[in-house]
């Protein structure tokens, strides 16, 4: 549509509002015919205004309201009732909330720890999951059809199997009479079983492999779209193979690598299945701790705090960081 | 492009053989004779029995489908309104919010979506008698809130990708703009919608996180059931259900494939 | 058929007594900073197959979508036979666009796609069916009512959303690049069955195209836009012959420019003394002052070309340094003593001259009358 370069004009245009909100604007002339209610109704609610109100007050109610609820609970104290915390305010509005959850969880260094492991397991599980991904991504990309579709189904299987059921499935794999143990018993490579369950180990495993499908689709989809034919001109300027991935397609493939690096490291951080079942009792990750905290000791206060502080000083950030980046067109 | 000869199929296929080996490994010895799920004695079939006449794996299955079904269904018609508003409505005052609200949920940890949507449910209880007590209801909006985000952005990528001279010349040969949604674009992106729709159902069917916060009794779903069964651990019916499910979904998959190469090549 | 007189020969633009059809009035769209269309003024006429040509970012294409109601102007008014049309929404307009994309409806036939227009305007479908066969007769393509656009050609899609926007029979059509998409021959076969089909319903076109032949092929008058402004507005052969500034004549086929300032001026001729090819002898030019800077435009046709210098005024000297074969033309480009080159076409008839090739002493010469004096 158009001549090939965009100018200011077109621009302009695909900024702005799109004609048909614009038509949605301007008053009809002639209003429909219709009773007397449609026609005055039409003049205070305009059909723009509904539409945008529908999914916006959703979420408000079920999405943005809950943390503040969350930060409400997190200033009260736990208390053996139900609901089980004390209230906020009291009969005339007195306030009766404090940070002593807050000073708890500063004070008490296992919720410290649980911050920063869960960021270094994530860290890590993210840099295997590239180094994992990032071939796999790149030979689908160069590719040919109909082989390209079919490793790309091959791929997207396992992200719509159950995710529950791919991590239990490693039980199976990791246990101490587990399927790689008894294998390298048989073959004779080892005399004991290795312990591999319950431990860090297992979780890095478990997450790399439910979350690698995310890793390798948005790297996929950089890969794919980058031209050849500049791999091919780096290599006719004399640049050895190596030396045009780290040079050429690597750069150009960043955008990619980070999309897929956020859409595993941010919900790593929060994990809670994975740990659960692979990980050990001193694998110590926030979603866990925070689970235990509202599940098994039943302190909603607590586990609320835990939340706040996870929202605050890890979620948040990552996401300003991630809508500060240029948007690429996915 | 030989000149990667070795080293990249490699990489390749052992990411492959990484991906499918624990799955295979689970489809195998759900038809083991023996309980001890790692040991092959003979084959059997007697673990898929066992699953169907299981009550509380069957009972939860049937809830779970439920919800999925009529998540999928909010969260699609949510989910299209909110792509809808972003992509054509340009530029209004509650825009950027909006946007946060809707893309938020894809990055933020499930525990923390479970328990603050937990702590509204008794509020809202508390205050206002509704809802009263935790169930699928619950379950349900709590499943449709985080879907939604999905099938936002599936909508907004199709809309981005159609060409909206189609909407100018339906308003130009007379329809109104509610008429144009219907007209034209609700089926110039309905793949985009059927594909929203099989998202939010699969993340539904598959959420163990979200539900454990803000079920209720009698509203165990399936990944609840399996959860509490594995943590004791292996389980070979639990083998049996996964089996079942890989395949469902590899024929499911197979055939939208199939649909796919043949709808690309007219 | 009876041929009934059509605006390109009536020429209604000529008389200063006929009311205009489109009143285009202070037009301006700004986008934030940025000026798109600045201060437009136009008439336009029933029955005229109006362009506006420019290239791209010039602002036609926002001028049309203001008419058709998908851009509000920021200020000014348009009136289409005699209806103010600010404030009224596309979908209420007596206008119709064919859109460059061609937009079709990828889920309707190309039969429900034509009637999509005459069934959201109320009328019963049996009616509605009837008038989408006669469009499709017009435009030929009855055998294929039934097909979805993927199942067409490029040319076939053109005509189908043609005959879509016009069978509501549109007081104004608005055409946004109709030609294109469609490859060289395809372009002139559907010119001409585009100007058949405008004189036969008599509808009103206004066509926005950066192809200056297109525009020059179709049009009964030209707006040359540049800049959010229009440069200059007439016939094809006004435009042509006599532009009214560089921009136009640089823009409209090709053309040799110098520069130059009023030297003398005579009753029956005024010279124009420029540093690149010396004194031109050009017809005279009233208004102008001793001194004053202006630009001639030289049209490379009205160069004659000869091997022996001939007499007379407006002559100059040099070498072929390129010759273009076109097979009915030839391109030439001279390099006068000076240095400067001048460019010369001239039909190739046959048995006439000897060919000119490279590298040979030629002369040039032109009339008084060739040369064009423009002062912006």
Known sequence: MGSGNLGPVEQCRRRGANVMSEAAHIPMRRAPGGNLITRMLSRVISGRALVIAVPLVWLLIFFVIPFVVVLQISLTDAAIARPPYTPLFGDNWEFYGDLENYAFLLSDALYINAYLSSLKIALISTLLALLIGYPMAYYIARTEEPKRSLLLMLIILPFWTSFLLRVYAWIGFLSLNGVINNTLISIGIISEPIVMLQTDFAVYIGIVYTYLPFMILPLYANLVKMDVSLIEASQDLGASPMSTFFRITLPLSLPGVIAGSMLVFIPAIGEYVIPALLGGPDTLMIGKVLWTEFFNNRDWPVASAVATVMLVVVVLPIILLRNAQPKEPS | ?266 | ?376
């Not at chain 2, 409505?89 to 937990?118: D, H, K, Q, Y």
């Not at chain 2, 996180?209 to 019916?237: N, R």
């Not at chain 3, 209806?83 to 929404?89: F, G, P, T, Y």
Request: charged residues 20%; neutral net charge; contains cysteine.
């Open chain 3, 1 to 376: 058929m009876a041929h009934s007189a059509t605006a390109a020969d009536t020429k209604p633009w000529r008389d200063p007594a006929a009311k205009p059809f489109i009143k285009i009035r202070n037009i301006t769209k700004k986008f934030g900073d940025f000026t798109a269309v600045d201060n437009v003024s136009l008439d336009i006429f029933k029955g005229e197959l109006f362009c506006l040509l420019g290239g791209s970012g010039c602002g036609k294409s926002t001028l049309l979508r203001m008419m058709s109601g998908f851009e509000t102007p920021t200020s000014g008014t348009i009136e289409i036979d005699g209806q103010d049309m600010a404030r009224v929404s596309p979908y209420n307009r007596p206008t119709n666009m064919m859109f460059q994309s061609y937009a079709l409806f990828p889920h309707m036939s190309v039969e429900k796609n034509i009637a999509y227009g005459l069934l959201r305007q109320g009328m019963a479908k049996p009616q509605a069916m009837v008038k989408v066969a006669e469009m499709l007769k017009l435009v030929k393509l009855e055998k294929f009512a039934s097909r979805k656009p993927h199942q067409l050609s490029g040319g076939q899609k053109q005509r189908v959303a043609l005959a879509r926007s016009l069978v509501k029979q549109p007081k104004l059509l608005l055409l946004d690049e109709p030609l294109g998409a469609l490859d060289k021959k395809l372009r002139e076969e559907t010119q001409f069955e585009l100007i058949n089909i405008q004189e036969t319903l008599g509808v009103t076109f206004i066509v926005v195209t950066h192809d200056q032949e297109e525009a020059m092929t179709l049009s009964t008058r030209i707006g040359v836009m540049n800049e959010g402004i229009i440069t200059q507005i007439g016939e094809p052969t006004e435009i042509y012959e006599r532009p009214a500034t560089r921009f136009v004549a640089d823009f409209i086929g090709s053309v040799n420019l110098f520069e130059g300032t009023v030297d003398m001026a005579a009753p029956d001729a005024m010279r124009v003394k420029t540093d690149s090819v010396g004194p031109i002898l050009v017809n005279p030019v009233p208004g102008l002052t001793q001194g004053q800077k202006v630009t001639v435009a030289l049209r490379p046709e009205k160069i004659t070309l000869s091997r022996t210098q001939p007499s007379g005024n407006n002559i100059l000297h040099g070498m072929v340094e390129d010759v273009a074969y076109m097979g009915n033309l030839s391109i030439y480009r001279v390099r006068l003593d000076n240095g400067n080159l001048l460019k010369v076409t001239r039909s190739n008839r046959l048995a006439e001259q000897e060919p000119i090739s490279w590298d040979q002493e030629i002369w040039g010469q032109w009339s008084n009358a060739a040369g064009v004096v423009l002062t912006s």
């Open chain 2, 1 to 266: 492009m030989n000149r990667r000869g070795f080293f990249l199929p490699t990489a390749a296929l052992l990411g492959f053989v990484f991906l499918y080996a624990p799955i295979m490994s689970l489809i195998i010895f759900s038809f083991n004779e023996n309980k001890l799920v790692t040991v092959w004695s003979r084959f059997s079939t007697k673990w898929y029995g066992e699953l169907f006449s299981d009550d509380q794996i069957m009972g939860a299955a049937w809830i779970s489908l439920q919800i999925a079904f009529t998540s999928a269904i909010i969260a699609t018609v949510l989910g299209t309104l909110a792509g809808l508003v972003l992509t054509r409505f340009g530029r209004f005052r509650l825009r950027t919010p909006l946007m946060g609200m809707t893309t938020a949920p894809l990055v933020m940890p499930e525990v923390i979506t479970g328990l603050s949507l937990l702590l509204l449910f008794v509020g809202m209880e508390a205050f206002l008698g509704w809802p009263a007590g935790r169930g699928m209801t619950t379950i349900i909006i709590a499943h449709s809130t985080f879907c939604m985000a999905y099938v936002a952005v599936v909508v907004q990528s199709r809309l981005g990708d159609m060409d909206d001279s189609l909407e100018e010349a339906a308003l130009d040969l007379g329809a109104r703009p509610v008429r144009v949604f219907f007209d034209i674009t609700l089926p110039v992106i309905a793949p985009a919608l059927i594909s929203g729709w099989l998202l939010s159902f699969t993340l539904s069917l598959d959420d163990l996180v979200i539900a454990s916060f803000v079920s209720g009794p009698g509203s165990s779903t399936l990944p609840m059931v399996i959860f509490s069964k594995v943590k004791l651990g292996v389980s070979p019916d639990i083998n049996a259900l996964a089996s079942l499910i890989i395949l469902i979904v590899g024929v499911g998959i197979a055939i939208a494939f199939w649909q796919l190469r043949r709808g690309m090549k007219k």
